[in-house]
T-cell receptor, first 113, second 114 residues
Framework: DAGVIQSPRHEVTEMGQEVTLRCKPI?????LFWYRQTMMRGLELLIYFNNNVPIDDSGMPEDRFSAKMPNASFSTLKIQPSEPRDSAVYFC???????????FGPGTRLTVL | AQSVTQLDSQVPVFEEAPVELRCNYS??????LFWYVQYPNQGLQLLLKYLSGSTLVKGINGFEAEFNKSQTSFHLRKPSVHISDTAEYFC????????????FGKGTLLTVNP
């Protein structure tokens, strides 16, 4: 299996622009997690899905952030409008429900100027 | 709510020396504990985990960790490190067996010098 795939790997954008991060989970994995990693706050869980349904979005920082999972093989994390403080590495992870191990993608490094 | 404290943000060691990376957790319920490793410019991968049973767990690359409930700790150890062990190490806790949603510590950067 190719593992969790994220795109783009790097994104540089200007403040106020819309940013869309993409994730393809491992085939057969029905749970998907979005994390944000910053120097100040470390790794934070933003949202997780189970069978394409958002179960817990309590970590989403504000209304500028939204996430969708239209089908079992694709998820997006959107920031609109983006701000410099959104600069971070965003990771996607997946597993099967009840599985203890999460499998992480390589991350998307977002820089908002 | 649960939390994880990694007491050292950076640990420099020489090659072939032993190392211990410290992790303490806080939770009012039973926990499941994990160590993940992140190599430069890569995603995280599981190093080892404690779910139940023996409190001493062994993982990949010669690492092991011991769950100590009375001290609420889950320290990671390796008797002899290699240059290739240079990475960031994250301790994480979960209290939900239905999805193992993780709360991470802030990480410890292990740097192995020749």
């Amino acid at each position: 299996d190719a593992g969790v795939i994220q795109s783009p790997r790097h994104e540089v954008t200007e403040m106020g622009q819309e940013v869309t991060l993409r994730c393809k989970p491992i085939s057969g994995h029905n749970s998907l997690f979005w994390y944000r990693q910053t120097m100040m706050r470390g790794l934070e869980l933003l949202i997780y899905f189970n069978n394409n349904v958002p179960i817990d979005d309590s970590g989403m920082p504000e209304d500028r952030f939204s996430a969708k999972m239209p089908n079992a093989s694709f998820s997006t994390l959107k920031i609109q409008p983006s701000e410099p403080r959104d600069s971070a590495v965003y990771f996607c992870a997946s597993n099967t429900p009840g599985e203890d191990t999460q499998y992480f993608g390589p991350g998307t490094r977002l820089t908002v100027l | 709510a649960q939390s994880v404290t990694q007491l050292d943000s950076q640990v420099p060691v020489f090659e072939e020396a032993p190392v211990e990376l410290r992790c303490n957790y806080s939770s009012s319920v039973s926990v499941y504990l994990f160590w993940y490793v992140q190599y430069p410019n890569q995603g995280l991968q599981l190093l080892l985990k404690y779910l139940s049973g023996s409190t001493l767990v062994k993982g990949i690359n010669g690492f092991e960790a011991e769950f100590n409930k009375s001290q609420t700790s889950f320290h990671l150890r390796k008797p002899s490190v290699h240059i290739s062990d240079t990475a960031e190490y994250f301790c994480a806790v979960s209290v939900d067996r239905s999805n193992y949603k993780l709360t991470f510590g802030k990480g410890t950067l292990l740097t192995v010098n020749p």
